[in-house]
């Protein structure tokens, strides 16, 4: 498998390229609309052909590359099956399979940050990473004041399911805003300020006492979203 990890600097999104070694057959996850160009190119450069285009959830930082990249590969877009998105090809259920070949993804139902979120297992049978969007962060995680979020939800998301994948399985958030670029599910079992050595209690306080302005581009984001970008 060849593994890209994009990043764009305006909303401090990653992005994730995987490319089958076999045929070339390739996903992605969590693109942004204006890196599209950046996209296509390195899936051209590398003779692959995009089969799927994933997001994790409704992002309300930027606006997604979903509908482009449909446009310029025929790609399949995919969203988890409580996305109120009507322009997605695809929904997931929590257990479902998405396959390229010598890839596998396993879709995790994990609300919390919104009520919609999906994160994504590399290779179930013997996770090596997940892909996790805005729930799980290094070190942090997403808030939960909009978009149906859920403080709860969150924590029975995290510690329930995320945090039941072995140690060793890198995680892949859909933010980072410190420099960092992965870490482990065990790192952040052991070392997340919100997670590690807290209740279900101490983590609902702290992510209800946040107070965290709205995005600066929630009003036009989420709606452009929700048509898939275009």
């Not at 089958?20 to 969590?30: F, H, T």
């Not at 929590?94 to 994160?119: C, N, Q, R, W």
């Not at 965290?212 to 275009?230: R, T």
């Amino acid at each position: 498998m060849i593994f890209r990890q994009f990043f764009d600097p305006a909303s401090s999104t990653f992005t994730y390229l995987l490319v089958s070694r076999e045929n070339g057959e390739a996903l992605i996850i969590d693109p942004v609309k204006s890196q599209s160009e950046t996209y296509v190119a390195a899936i051209n450069a590398m003779g692959a052909r995009l089969v799927h285009a994933i997001d994790t959830h409704t992002h309300a930082d930027h606006i997604t590359a979903l509908g482009d990249l449909r446009d310029a590969t025929g790609c399949v877009t995919i969203m988890g099956d409580m996305s109120k998105a009507l322009c997605v090809s695809q929904r997931v259920r929590e257990g479902d399979l998405l396959k390229v070949d010598g890839i596998e993804l396993k879709a995790i139902y994990t609300p919390g940050h919104t009520d919609e979120s999906f994160s994504f297992v590399l290779n179930p049978a013997k996770p090596q990473a997940v892909f996790s969007g805005d729930v799980l962060l290094i070190r942090g995680s997403g808030r939960t004041d909009f978009q149906g979020g859920d403080a709860r939800r969150s924590w029975d998301s995290i510690v329930n399911k995320l945090f039941t994948l072995p140690d060793e399985t890198v995680l892949y958030p859909a933010h980072d805003y410190k420099g960092c670029t992965a870490s482990t599910i065990g790192d952040e079992r052991r070392l997340n300020p919100r997670l590690a050595g807290r209740t279900e209690s101490e983590y609902v306080a702290t992510m209800e006492g946040l107070r965290l302005p709205n995005p600066a581009m929630m009003d036009i984001a989420v709606p452009a979203n929700l048509a898939c970008g275009q």
